[in-house]
């Protein structure tokens, strides 16, 4: 079964400094019909304007993940960490039993363009921590490059589910297959070109939703991230 999530449909939020697209219900965004696909609640594209940024705000119980895909985003939270997350990097806050943090363009001339990720962690009230590392063009290029999962394999950063992500960048005549175990579903987001997954040809900011599947297809030209995740 496939589930697809054309990007003209996502909801919008534009506030002059933000320009965000929202796969899923968020904020003043509300809708009944897409409330997010298995564990993954939030998969939002944003694109923040010179020397903007959304101030100190909380979270509790959740996976926050951060993929830029051009810019510098500059990150500081109540752990104590703050990081610049450029492109290439993955970086990962668990909020569980409560954390505060910022996130600003860290240039004042150059926009900052990237996804915002939501996962529901697999219980409540988990210690706050936070993750980052890097996956190089090179990695992803022609393969699925797993760069988040339960047990942080593979050199993966570590979240707190029964989820792989992996990311992929795919050259002309490139196509990639993998199998879907038994009691898992997918959702494939394509970020940059076109790509063709399982026979639907999407093109950036257009999502899919999988369930019910052996195996994955996919082929075309751009980047894309897989979600492979326990039900």
Request: hydrophobic share 35%; net charge negative.
């Amino acid at each position: 079964m496939q589930t697809i999530r054309k990007s003209e449909d996502r909801g919008r939020a534009d506030f002059g400094w933000l320009d965000s697209r929202h796969s899923f219900s968020f904020g003043h965004y509300r809708d009944p019909e897409h409330m997010g696909f298995g564990p993954l609640r939030v998969i939002n594209e944003d694109r923040v304007a010179p020397g903007g940024g959304f101030p100190t705000h909380p979270h509790r119980d959740m996976e926050i993940v951060s993929y830029v895909l051009e810019g510098a985003l500059e990150h500081k939270d109540s752990l104590g960490t703050g990081s610049v997350i450029r492109p290439g990097d993955v970086q990962r806050m668990t909020a569980g039993t409560g954390v505060t943090h910022s996130e600003y363009n860290a240039s004042k001339t150059e926009p900052v363009h990237f996804l915002q990720i939501w996962i529901v962690p697999e219980r409540e009230g988990l210690p706050p921590g936070y993750e980052q590392k890097r996956f190089d063009t090179v990695e992803k290029r022609g393969r699925l490059r797993l760069v988040a999962s339960r047990d942080g394999r593979e050199g993966s950063i570590t979240i707190h589910r029964d989820a792989d992500i992996y990311a992929t960048v795919l050259g002309e005549g490139e196509n990639l297959w993998r199998p879907l175990a038994p009691g898992r579903i997918a959702w494939v987001q394509v970020v940059r070109g076109e790509i063709t997954v399982d026979g639907a040809r999407l093109s950036a900011g257009d999502g899919i939703g999988i369930s019910d599947a052996l195996e994955l297809r996919l082929a075309g030209r751009g980047e894309a991230l897989l979600f492979d995740m326990a039900v």
